[in-house]
C-alpha cells in the first residue's frame, strides 16, 4: 500500500488528517510518525513530500523522503518566511550564485535536469515566481549568464560558500531595491488616494446638481405671477 504524505520537515504530528491517511494501513501512527520526523529532520522548516510503501499484512513499512520543494529549499537558505505576493513589483532578497548552487545540490537527485548545470538553472527560475534576485539581476537576466558560461567556474566547482564581503555588496544593493520599491508604493498609494478624493467630489457635486435645477424651475414658476403684479395698475388705470 503506497500512501503520499506532505509533512513538516522533523516536526510531524499525530491529527485527524494522520489518522485518516495512515489509519486503513492498520499500523502504528506514533512508530510512523516518529520515523518519519527522524528522516526528515534535515529539512526542519520545510514542507516535505514523503512516501510510505505499507506491507498491510506484516504491518512493515518503508519511508521514501523527497526533497522539498525548490521554493522551500531557496526560502530555508535565507531565512525567508514567504515568498514575494508581486514578484514583478517587490522583490524579496538578493543572493549569490553560490546559495543557488547549494540549492540545487539538494534538489539535483530528484529533478529531471539532465545535469548539474541545468539544475543550477532551473533553481534560479524558481527565484523568480518569489521575488528573489540573483547576483543584482532578475533570475531571466541569470540564466543567460549561466547558459553563456559566465558562472562555469563555481558549477563545476560546485561552490557554496559565499564570502562576507559578496554578501555586504549584494545587501547594499538590495537595499536600494527596497528603497526604491517603498517609494513607488507611496507614490501609487498617493496617485489612488488623489483619484478616490477626486471621485468623492464629483459624487458630491452630483447629489447637489438636482437641487440647483430644482430652484431654478422654482424661480422661473414664481417670475409670470411677479410680472402680472407688476403690470395690474396699468391695466387699473385704463
Known sequence: MIIKLLVDGGAMKPGPIVGQ?????????GEVISKVNEATSNFKGMKVPIILDVDTKSKEFSIEVSSPPTSELLKKEIGLEKGSGDHKKEKVANIGIEQAIKVAKTKHPNMLARDFKSAVKSVVGSCASIGILVENKEAVELEQDIASGKFDKEIQEQKIEISPDKKTK??????????????????????????????????????????????????????????????SPAEEKK
Open 21 to 29: 491517511q495512515l489509519g486503513p494501513a492498520g499500523i502504528n501512527i
Open 170 to 231: 549584494l545587501k547594499a544593493y538590495f537595499d536600494k531595491v527596497v528603497k526604491e520599491q517603498k517609494a513607488v508604493a507611496a507614490a501609487e498609494e498617493a496617485a489612488k488616494a488623489e483619484e478616490e478624493a477626486a471621485k468623492a467630489k464629483a459624487a458630491e457635486g452630483a447629489e447637489e446638481a438636482p437641487e440647483e435645477g430644482a430652484e431654478g424651475a422654482e424661480a422661473a414658476e414664481t417670475a409670470p405671477a411677479e410680472e402680472k403684479k407688476e403690470e
